[in-house]
T-cell receptor, first 113, second 112 residues
């Protein structure tokens, strides 16, 4: 099956700890994205990558970091510098040849205890 | 920054009725897209309309775009209980980057 996967589905973290969220796609897409979703606020862009070994900050990058060493993978690290990390995190990918349709993973719900 | 603003924030209708959801945006766009999200799940792409298009259909979905008013509407005809979900509009601006900017979403409830 072609698709985009995120793991884990639920993640709990203690304050002060870094945590890494996984995002993998086998769609052969060049571009990948990380969004944060809070209740009533829609999706906000954290980081995006249009090609391997390159990424750009989105609207709310502070307290987060990413890497793009492989086309298939775009992990997101939530660092201890992120003041309010409890949220639903969504990863997406897009073919460079498309008009902009993004394919989303199932999401990871992060809770800071 | 939030580009799209959906209206209404919540909509409750009876099965079989039509549902109309609106989206307004602020800047020039390349295209506008509508997505659906079931509770606790990822988003699913529904339909894309380009800035030079005025109307598009896909099954029970009809999307219109008015670039002079910077607004779009999504119509779901003959709604079903399974259409219950949150719906988001997203805009891709005319710049070179590939970012989408999402609205806050509309919660649609279809009563059986």
């Amino acid at each position: 099956d072609g698709g985009i996967t995120q793991s884990p589905k639920y993640l709990f973290r203690k304050e002060g700890q870094n945590v890494t969220l996984s995002c993998e796609q086998n769609l052969n897409h060049d571009a990948m994205y990380w969004y944060r979703q809070d209740p009533g606020q829609g999706l906000r862009l954290i980081y995006y990558s249009q090609i391997v070994n390159d990424f750009q900050k989105g609207d709310i990058a502070e307290g987060y970091s990413v890497s793009r060493e492989k086309k298939e993978s775009f992990p997101l690290t939530v660092t201890s510098a992120q003041k309010n990390p409890t949220a639903f995190y969504l990863c997406a990918s897009r073919s460079s040849g498309s008009s902009g349709e993004q394919f989303f993973g199932p999401g990871t719900r992060l809770t800071v205890l | 920054s939030q580009q799209g603003e959906e209206d209404p924030q919540a909509l409750s209708i009876q099965e079989g009725e039509n549902a109309t959801m609106n989206c307004s945006y602020k800047t020039s766009i390349n295209n506008l897209q509508w997505y659906r999200q079931n509770s606790g799940r990822g988003l699913v792409h529904l339909i894309l309309i380009r800035s030079n298009e005025r109307e598009k259909h896909s099954g029970r979905l009809r999307v219109t775009l008015d670039t002079s008013k910077k607004s779009s509407s999504l119509l779901i005809t003959a709604s079903r209980a399974a259409d219950t979900a949150s719906y988001f509009c997203a805009t891709r601006d005319t710049g070179a980057n590939s970012k989408l900017t999402f609205g806050k979403g509309i919660t649609l409830s279809v009563r059986p």
